[in-house]
Each structure stands twice: as C-alpha cells, then as structure tokens.
C-alpha cells in the first residue's frame, strides 16, 4: 500500500508538471535515515508546505510509533517552515492517543525557537482533539502532553533525570483536574 501510494502521489506531481519541490527536505530525511530513497521521492515531489505535510502525514500513517516520531522530527528539523503544518498533518493521522502525544512531543522538540515551538504545539493540539491529547511546551523548551488528563514527560519512556510535568488541557479530569496551565511537578 506505501509502494501504491508513493507512486500515486508521484505520478500526480508528474502528470502536474510540478515534481522539483523539496528535494533538500527529501534528501536530509535520508540522510537522517527516517525514510527510505523511494519514500523521498514523494516529498521530493511536494510543491507546497501543505502537499510537504501530507507527504509526511502519508508515511506517518504506515509507520510504527517510534518510526512516526523521527520521520515528523527530522522532517521539521529540514523544512522548519512547514513546521505547524506537518505536526498538524502528522498528529491527525494517530491511531490512538499515545501515539498523538507521542507525535506532538517529537514535533515540539523538533521545532526551532520558542515561537516555532508554541505554534507547533497548538497545531498538534488541535489536531489531536479527538483523542482529549494536549500539547505543550515545558520552561526548558521541551514538548510536553497530556492524555484526558494523564500526565506525559518530555524524557523518552521517563527514563531517571527526567522531569516529570503534569499538564492539564482545560479537560477535567476524574479526579475534577482541569485549568490550562504546564508546571514542573518533580524532578527525578
């Protein structure tokens, strides 16, 4: 079905005479060894952040979990001003809440300065509604996120030395939660 899709997409740009977008994002997403030679064809292919987005969005998709989150990483970190609209594109096609979370966070860190970082996050956020995910920004410019009120941190698998961060997306919780603020709960 990728292989499908990949042609599809780059017989469409072809057929369009429009196939020279992004060859440098495609290039360093190789480099960085998130996706294969074929798959960069069709963000070689985009002529537009938003055709970039759903490229990306397209290979998300098909990936697993840890996969989803290098390829929205290393495709921020190459083309940083379609940066809200691939963590947008990405999170919406989750499979489930964590894996949003997941995404946002990695789009989040992804994302250079604060001002990128704030933007992404409220971009992840929104598309990730449907799972109850909130998304934010930690002081230390970490992605941070929270699940219907499940407190996530921005270290991987909140390995020791990582702060944990309690979260809250204006969503009660069970326990009455609820209010829209990030702050640093402990430090481990």
Same mark, same amino acid.
């Given at each position: 079905m990728? &292989?499908?899709?990949t042609?599809?997409?780059?017989?469409?740009?072809?057929?369009?005479?429009?196939?020279?977008?992004?060859?440098?994002?495609?290039? =360093?997403?190789?480099?960085?060894?998130?996706?294969?030679?074929?798959?960069?064809?069709?963000?070689?292919?985009?002529?537009?952040?938003?055709?970039?987005?759903?490229?990306?969005?397209?290979?998300?998709?098909?990936?697993?979990p840890? @996969?989803? &989150?290098?390829i929205?990483?290393?495709?921020?970190?190459?083309?940083?001003?379609?940066?809200?609209?691939?963590?947008?594109?990405?999170?919406?096609t989750?499979?489930?809440?964590?894996?949003?979370?997941?995404?946002? =966070?990695?789009?989040?860190?992804?994302a @250079?300065?604060?001002?990128? &970082?704030?933007?992404?996050?409220?971009?992840?956020?929104?598309?990730?509604?449907?799972?109850?995910?909130?998304v934010?920004?930690?002081?230390?410019? =970490?992605?941070?996120?929270?699940?219907?009120?499940?407190?996530?941190?921005?270290? @991987?698998?909140?390995?020791?030395?990582?702060?944990t961060?309690?979260?809250?997306?204006g969503?009660?919780?069970?326990?009455?939660?609820?209010?829209?603020?990030?702050?640093?709960?402990?430090?481990?």
């Amino acid at each position: 079905m990728r &292989k499908t899709l990949t042609a599809f997409s780059i017989a469409l740009a072809l057929a369009s005479g429009q196939a020279m977008a992004d060859q440098a994002t495609a290039d =360093k997403m190789v480099a960085a060894g998130v996706v294969t030679a074929e798959q960069a064809q069709a963000i070689a292919a985009a002529t537009t952040d938003e055709a970039l987005a759903e490229a990306v969005a397209a290979l998300v998709a098909a990936a697993s979990p840890e @996969q989803a &989150k290098a390829i929205v990483a290393a495709a921020i970190q190459a083309a940083p001003q379609a940066a809200t609209t691939i963590a947008s594109a990405a999170v919406a096609t989750a499979r489930d809440a964590e894996t949003a979370a997941a995404i946002g =966070k990695a789009a989040v860190d992804a994302a @250079q300065g604060q001002a990128a &970082k704030e933007a992404v996050a409220s971009a992840a956020t929104a598309a990730a509604a449907s799972f109850a995910v909130s998304v934010g920004v930690s002081p230390d410019g =970490k992605g941070v996120a929270s699940i219907a009120g499940v407190s996530t941190d921005s270290a @991987q698998g909140g390995s020791p030395g990582g702060t944990t961060t309690t979260t809250t997306g204006g969503i009660p919780s069970g326990t009455g939660g609820g209010g829209g603020s990030s702050t640093p709960a402990s430090q481990n």
